[in-house]
């Protein structure tokens, strides 16, 4: 599947390049605009600082099969009591293929009573997402999900 | 002009928490698509979405072009008292949606 989505991907890049006129903006093709793993783990970074992240208390609810990248269902729920002294101050979602390694951030404190979080993504290929609690007290808890998508977001030609 | 839903309980009971979602119509359009000249379609998408619970900030997100067209969110919240959720919309182009409900607290 790999392979086939490459020669997609190819083909949308030329039609883009052979679509430009002759002293216009260079335009990439898509392809080259993608986040990397090494690009999320630096947008990662970025938020955390040097903070460790330990796994657990979060979960990245979304389907583990995507037939459309499009809009995909995504829940981040966080084990909290959500109290004055102890709440979930932020969630922070990432994917390492998509144009942008950084898909949202949410800001919750202790009115929102639960720490969860629904909304629908778009992913542009076959990717992990991370999913990054922080706590009040500046701690940093992580969940991630691989997700197979078989017909790939922004691929199609805007009408 | 804008088209927004909005599903949140009209009656609450004091202290428990309840589910707020919305919808907003909009491309959410990424800036990375060639369109049918071939040129890349410029960026135009919702930055970000605040609500607060009679006035006072509740939940805030900062969207990137990786939310999906037509924008849903969902979160929760805890009813404190009877007032007005008021939800906002940010984005490109000069893009602003606000929306109110109510929700009577008992």
Redo the contacts between chains.
């Keep these: 599947m790999d392979h086939q989505m490459d020669r997609r991907r190819f083909l949308a890049g030329t039609a883009a390049t052979a679509g430009a006129t002759a002293g216009a903006i260079v335009v990439l093709p898509f392809g080259s605009a993608s986040a990397t793993p090494e690009a999320m783990a630096a947008a990662i970074r970025k938020v955390v600082g040097d903070t460790p992240i330990r796994e657990g208390r979060v979960s990245l609810d979304l389907p583990p099969l995507v037939e459309n990248g499009s809009t995909v269902p995504l829940v981040v729920s966080v084990e909290s009591p959500m109290t004055e002294a102890d709440y979930i101050k932020a969630i922070h979602v990432f994917n390492e293929k998509n144009p942008q390694p950084g898909v949202f951030t949410a800001r919750l404190g202790p009115r929102n009573g639960r720490a969860v979080v629904g909304t629908r993504i778009k992913l542009g290929d076959s990717q992990k997402i991370v999913a990054i609690a922080e706590t009040s007290g500046g701690q940093f808890w992580s969940a991630r999900a691989d997700v197979i998508v078989t017909l790939a977001a922004c691929l199609e030609e805007a009408t | 002009m804008a088209n927004v839903l909005v599903n949140a309980p009209k009656t609450a009971k004091r202290g428990s ?1 309840v589910e707020i ?1 919305a919808l907003i119509l909009h491309p ?3 800036g ?10 410029p960026r135009n998408i919702i930055e970000r979405f605040t609500a607060t ?1 009679n006035g ?1 900030e ?12 037509n ?8 009813a ?1 008292e009877s007032g007005t959720v008021g939800l906002r919309w940010t984005g490109d182009e000069g893009f602003v949606v606000e929306e109110r409900v109510a929700i009577a607290v008992e």
């Excluded at chain 2, 509740?58 to 067209?69: K, L, T, V, W």
């Design positions: 928490v979602k959410m359009e990424t990375f698509r060639p369109g049918p000249n071939g040129r890349i379609i619970w006072t509740i939940f805030d997100m900062e969207m990137s072009p990786a939310i999906a067209a924008p849903f969110v969902s979160f929760f919240a805890v404190s």
